[in-house]
């Protein structure tokens, strides 16, 4: 059997698509950080797409920045200026116009309320303001109850409307604000990642404030590392690693154990269950949430923790929310997850190498196949730099066939190949 000329070359392609591949994988990390939205953010990538030039790092950095600029711009309720202040300072109950960003996470939030039966809700903002927790700062004395009542009559997800073209947002109440902390850092994580995968990088780890978003692997191969806390206040120490490689995935954990005052001699979590108008006051500790995207995972992980461990987890069940929950008994942390985070913890362990290193060796398997395959029935030796595939060429002619030394001289083919390898073994060492 001859192999024709343009399977020759499909042949050699393959194997160096196979080693472009892995090349790529292999890139150097580059990296970007700093402070935004009142906490930190970091960035790490590394490598390019088969055929796609690499983008200078520093203008991946300063893209990175602008992003977030521009979410903090838009979303923040720490700036007079930003499109959420203005809505909230904004008493009509007309369309008011917004950016697409903020019509997109407003429409998101409006979901996982409705699936969450409102524990999830960025109506809340009176009820953030009143614990303290808000712009204002801090208070001393709880909340009375007429106070609380006033505040809770502007809570409800169903008091606020949004529309896609234009894009625009519309409250039903005068009075109604927003505060779109539970869902924004996510919604950012995931302009990162898709800013990244745009221009093409073979695999990045974005988080901000811990929120999380991960693709394709580390610059070795391996999985990127999630560190899951311990939820005792004071205490940084990791309680299990989530590994995660291959297709994009957003991680977002909530918890009571960060963000939390003392009100009127108390120690209050800063999350706020919008149907009682209250601090949670149950024994759940923390709640991590993967996804497909960071925005539905930060989201889900906030609903999940208002509800509390009983409710939390048959909510996540009804949904298919891949959950860990963490919660208190006595001194011991109990933990419940649904099947779809088990899936993905039982998958994690192998998850960078199946992601990265397999459909590289698949290629070079099938290079490898082809080539033995004709080398075995024309019964030559293997030899050359093209591990033989000249032998079996119907054409001399293709510069790929030509790379073998001399035709039908096998034993110096030979030669010349043990030379090669005897010059790549030095080089490497």
Same mark, same amino acid.
């Given at each position: 059997m001859w192999l024709s000329e343009p399977m020759c070359r499909l042949v050699a392609n393959a194997v160096l698509a196979a080693w472009v591949f892995v090349s790529a994988s292999a890139g150097a990390e580059e990296t970007a950080g700093g402070a935004t939205m009142g906490t930190t953010w970091t960035a790490r990538w590394h490598g390019t797409s088969p055929g796609t $030039?690499?983008?200078?790092?520093?203008?991946?950095?300063? *893209?990175?920045?602008?992003?977030?600029? @521009?979410? +903090?711009?838009?979303?923040? +309720?720490?700036?007079? $200026?930003?499109?959420?202040?203005?809505? +909230? !300072?904004?008493?009509?109950? %007309?369309?008011?116009?917004?950016?697409?960003?903020?019509? &997109?996470?407003?429409?998101?939030?409006?979901?996982?309320?409705?699936?969450?039966?409102?524990?999830?809700?960025?109506?809340?903002?009176?009820? =953030?303001?009143l614990w303290g927790f808000g712009s204002r700062g801090p208070r001393?004395?709880?909340?009375?109850? /007429?106070?609380?009542? /006033?505040?809770? &009559?502007? =809570?409800?997800?169903?008091?606020?409307? #949004? @529309?896609?073209?234009?894009? /625009?947002? @519309?409250?039903?109440?005068?009075?109604?604000?927003? $505060?779109?902390?539970?869902?924004?850092?996510?919604?950012? =994580? $995931?302009?990162?990642? *898709?800013?990244?995968?745009?221009?093409?990088?073979?695999?990045?780890?974005?988080? #901000?404030?811990? *929120?999380?978003? =991960?693709?394709?692997?580390?610059?070795?191969? !391996?999985?990127?590392?999630?560190g899951i806390e311990q939820p005792v206040a004071g205490l940084r120490r990791v309680r299990s690693v989530l590994s995660l490689?291959?297709? @994009? &995935?957003?991680?977002?954990?909530?918890?009571d154990y960060r963000n939390r005052r003392t009100v009127a001699g108390r120690v209050v979590s800063h999350t706020l269950d919008p149907r009682s108008g209250r601090p949670i006051e149950h024994t759940l500790a923390a709640v991590t949430v993967v996804a497909a995207d960071c925005m539905t995972a930060d989201a889900w992980a906030t609903a999940l923790m208002v509800l509390g461990p009983e409710r939390g987890l048959a909510v996540a069940k009804k949904h298919r929310v891949a959950a860990l929950l963490l919660s208190r008994e006595g001194t011991a942390i109990r933990e419940q997850s649904t099947d779809e985070y088990r899936a993905i913890e039982s998958e994690s362990a192998g998850g960078g190498w199946w992601g990265t290193w397999l459909p590289a060796m698949v290629l070079v398997g099938l290079a490898v196949a082809g080539l033995s395959a004709g080398v075995l029935l024309r019964g030559r030796a293997l030899v050359g730099s093209c591990g033989g595939l000249a032998l079996i060429c119907r054409s001399r002619d293709d510069p790929l066939c030509a790379a073998c030394g001399v035709p039908g001289v096998?034993?110096?083919?030979?030669?010349? !190949?043990?030379?090669? *390898?005897?010059?790549? %073994?030095g080089a490497e060492s």
């Open positions: $030039d690499p983008v200078p790092s520093e203008l991946v950095s300063d *893209e990175l920045h602008r992003i977030l600029e @521009r979410v +903090n711009r838009l979303m923040s +309720n720490w700036r007079d $200026d930003s499109e959420v202040s203005r809505f +909230n !300072a904004s008493s009509s109950t %007309d369309w008011f116009e917004v950016s697409p960003e903020t019509a &997109r996470v407003v429409s998101r939030a409006l979901e996982i309320s409705a699936a969450s039966d409102g524990a999830f809700d960025v109506t809340v903002s009176p009820l =953030v303001q001393a004395e709880a909340p009375g109850a /007429a106070q609380l009542e /006033a505040a809770r &009559r502007l =809570v409800g997800f169903h008091k606020l409307t #949004v @529309r896609a073209r234009p894009p /625009a947002i @519309r409250k039903a109440d005068p009075g109604v604000t927003i $505060d779109l902390s539970a869902i924004a850092k996510g919604y950012a =994580v $995931d302009l990162l990642g *898709e800013y990244l995968e745009s221009v093409f990088v073979s695999g990045y780890l974005v988080e #901000v404030g811990g *929120e999380t978003r =991960v693709k394709g692997s580390r610059p070795d191969g !391996a999985a990127w590392r999630i490689g291959g297709p @994009r &995935r957003g991680v977002a954990t909530s918890g096998a034993d110096e083919d030979a030669g010349k !190949a043990e030379a090669v *390898e005897a010059v790549s %073994d």
